[in-house]
């Protein structure tokens, strides 16, 4: 079964390279972060075409995110606990039931804009609710991965000049102390456990010709309970779509877990 993470950057802008990498690299699971657009606008048809079922929690112009599976989907739940008064649609998790069904979640952590402005304060509090969701999950013993846009890069190996952007927004040791405490819990990092080597990205900006300098960051990971980590057999990061005219600044990141 395999299982990727991609924020697409408006999936209307990117419908005809999304419909491509679903045909060519056939996944099972695509949990999608930055969709761009309220659930009554979202291009179902074109991707329920392929085969899949979908779950929505989208928004009108900013985030939005979903969950595309070839196997039915069940138990949906929108938005992060934690914030009744977060409108934000940056969390939806469900159940896919597949043979052996995995509970997984799409993630859009806040970027934070810059270090100590109201929006890093929102991004610490998200992240927040979000270990506390981990801590839930982890309970829980089930197989489960939680995939998304994280916004923070590990460690140094994750980040093209990390004398540059040391304590830069997705590098701060605010935001990478949050997310070990994830890792903390058990929680495998997918990709790094098949790629030990640094310097494999999954964003690269627009501007500054980031992308023909490879001056990326890993930034969007696939964490997996030891359920789950226990069925994981292969992981990697896609670079073909980040190639392709009209591209997302962001490209696919996947695993594979026997089923």
Known sequence: MKIATWNVNSIKARLPNIIEWLQDAKPDIVLLQETKTVDEA??????????????????????????LSKYPIEDVERGLPGNDDDEQARY???????????RVASIYVPMGTAVGDEKFDYKLNFLDRLIKRFEKIRASGEAAVMGGDYNI?????????????????LCTTVERKRLRTMMNMGFTDAFRTFNPKGHQ???????????NKDN????????????????LSAS???????GKEKASDHTPVWCMIDD
Not at 47 to 57: K, Q, V
Not at 219 to 228: C, N, R, S, V
Not at 236 to 242: E, H, V
């Open 42 to 67: 979202f291009p179902a048809m074109e991707i329920e075409d392929l085969g899949y079922n979908i779950a929505i929690h989208g928004q009108k112009t900013y985030n939005g995110v979903a969950i």
């Open 92 to 102: 939806i998790e469900a159940t896919v039931c597949a043979p052996h069904p995995v």
């Open 153 to 169: 890069a590990p460690d140094d190996a994750d980040v093209y000049d990390p004398i540059k952007l040391r304590e830069t927004v």
């Open 201 to 211: 990205y999954s964003w690269w900006d627009y501007r500054a010709g980031a992308w």
């Open 216 to 231: 990326g960051l890993r930034i969007d990971h696939l964490l997996l309970t030891p359920a789950a980590a226990d069925r």
């Open 236 to 242: 990697d990061i896609d670079r073909d779509p980040r």
